[in-house]
T-cell receptor, first 117, second 113 residues
Framework: NAGVMQNPRHLVRRRGQEARLRCSPVKGHSHVYWYRQLPEEGLKFMVYLQKENIIDESGMPKERFSAEFPKEGPSILRIQQVVRGDSAAYFC?????WGQGNQETQYFGPGTRLLVL | SQKIEQNSEALNIQEGKTATLTCNYTNYSPAYLQWYRQDPGRGPVFLLL?????KEKRKERLKVTFDTTLKQSLFHITASQPADSATYLCALGSNTGFQKLVFGTGTRLLVSP
């Protein structure tokens, strides 16, 4: 049973470049969440997606950030024109499909550590 | 605004003792509360969930209490071991249908042999 997988684990970008973070949820899970963790801060919710739908993006910055969870393939968090303040650990989590388990429990991936130079 | 407070100072205890961590919240009426463990460089790992109508939950050496009047949860690890050393996060969830979690900043636990 593979857990949540994220890649890359570490990503270095220069200011102005694009960052693409990938997340494969637990097999059979159809809910994906992205969180950001800044140094010495707690995890902050960014976005909640189901297959092909963005359900709640209230934690996403209005500009430069986007997320998708296509019918096939991993969920992608995309950051355009990165700035130094985007440096953080980005965690993806997944939870079971409705009726197939405890939807409140989220299973986290190992995270992607983004460093913007 | 919603606020979740966990003791930012590390908790140092000796092996075998009971560790007690606190999570307080304001401006929030959670439907449930969860505790996660996070090791350095890794993602959080789910430990326990307790719902608003539950007072206490146990799992092996772990015990969680939830007081919605005090707006507080206590997390206990009995017979602590050095392997329990980690950062422990509390997270609140609502029942609006959107399952996003609101996390505290975590408390670092250090268990000395």
């Amino acid at each position: 049973n593979a857990g949540v997988m994220q890649n890359p684990r570490h990503l270095v970008r220069r200011r102005g470049q694009e960052a693409r973070l990938r997340c494969s949820p637990v097999k059979g899970h159809s809910h994906v969440y992205w969180y950001r963790q800044l140094p010495e801060e707690g995890l902050k919710f960014m976005v909640y997606l189901q297959k092909e739908n963005i359900i709640d993006e209230s934690g996403m910055p209005k500009e430069r950030f986007s997320a998708e969870f296509p019918k096939e393939g991993p969920s992608i968090l995309r950051i355009q024109q990165v700035v130094r303040g985007d440096s953080a650990a980005y965690f993806c989590a997944s939870s079971p499909t409705w009726g197939q388990g405890n939807q409140e429990t989220q299973y986290f991936g190992p995270g992607t550590r983004l460093l913007v130079l | 605004s919603q606020k979740i407070e966990q003791n930012s100072e590390a908790l140092n205890i000796q092996e075998g003792k009971t560790a007690t961590l606190t999570c307080n919240y304001t401006n929030y009426s959670p439907a449930y509360l969860q505790w996660y463990r996070q090791d350095p460089g890794r993602g959080p790992v789910f430990l326990l969930l307790i719902r608003e109508n539950e007072k206490e939950k146990r799992k092996e050496r772990l015990k969680v209490t939830f007081d919605t009047t005090l707006k507080q949860s206590l997390f206990h690890i009995t017979a602590s071991q050095p392997a329990d050393s980690a950062t422990y996060l509390c997270a609140l969830g609502s029942n609006t249908g959107f399952q996003k979690l609101v996390f505290g900043t975590g408390t670092r636990l250090l268990v000395s042999p």
